[in-house]
């Protein structure tokens, strides 16, 4: 029993250590009891593929915490998985073509993202090799122009994003090169092509896309004629575009190439971006 007067809130203890209750609990196991709607989110999750509006009752629920989002750490890596588990479905046809499904996880992933940082959910996404060309036919299947689905793409340009920096020779998976060699589009080629189509979009997809092209360009095997190919391709594009977004794409594809590139692969490249970039403010 507490004295009177005394402070009622989880006590802080050495070592990380939070009492609740008179029961020990570490602040890993102290935050998940925090979030009241766990369990109702996890079942919503469960039958997130069957339910027409699921997906709103879940978004609703985690926006409550876009305050405290460290709170739903402890809930981060169970319910990425059972999203991406419908995603990964999509992927393998097992859906049916379901892609009402698909939009409704990407709905909630997009959700999540808003809420805890999309860098801390992307750490959650499958990342085997063997869902590289699956998920890069999803994004390839969908329509730009299609507003609606634009959560669906998003969500898809984050998972390549990561699938991407598979630490070996994107030309070893590439079933294109395995079927027919030195004919059709390859697997860099059509990565490079749907994501600079997303370039040009005025939401989230377009970060999405930047974030995407940034993370292949900047692979060890990427920084020589596929990032230079890049930047001329964007030299040539700021010359003669009217689209309002896609400069924007270009310039935030730019700035995280520069970011998370490595410094000595980069330095040559420097006259090419910064003449990019002085000719558009001299004009």
Known sequence: ??????????????????????????????????????????????????????????????????????????????MVTKLMGIVRSA??????????????????????????GFKTVVKFMPHEVQDLEPCLDLLDAQDPADHETWETRYALLLWLSILVMVPFSLSTIDSMLCTEPGGGEGLVERIERVGKACLSDPGRTRDGAAYLLSRLLTRP???????????????????????????????STLANVFKYGQRQSLLDKVPLALSILSRDRDE
Do not use: C
């Open 1 to 78: 029993n507490r004295m009177e007067g005394e402070d009622p809130s989880p006590q802080m203890e050495a070592g990380g250590e939070v009492e609740l209750g008179g029961a020990e609990k570490t602040v890993h196991e102290a935050f998940e009891s925090f979030v009241v709607e766990a369990k109702e989110v996890k079942e919503l999750l469960s039958t997130l593929a069957e339910a027409p509006e699921g997906n709103v009752r879940i978004n609703n629920i985690l926006d409550k915490y876009q305050e405290q989002s460290q709170l739903l750490d402890p809930h981060l890596e169970e």
């Open 91 to 116: 992927g393998a046809g097992s859906l049916h073509d379901n892609k009402a499904a698909l939009r409704r996880a990407s709905s909630v992933l997009y959700t999540v993202t808003k809420v805890r």
């Open 221 to 251: 095997d990427m920084e020589e004629d596929t990032l230079v190919g890049f930047l001329q391709w964007s030299d040539a594009t700021l010359r003669s575009t009217s689209n309002t977004f896609l400069p924007t794409g270009i310039y």
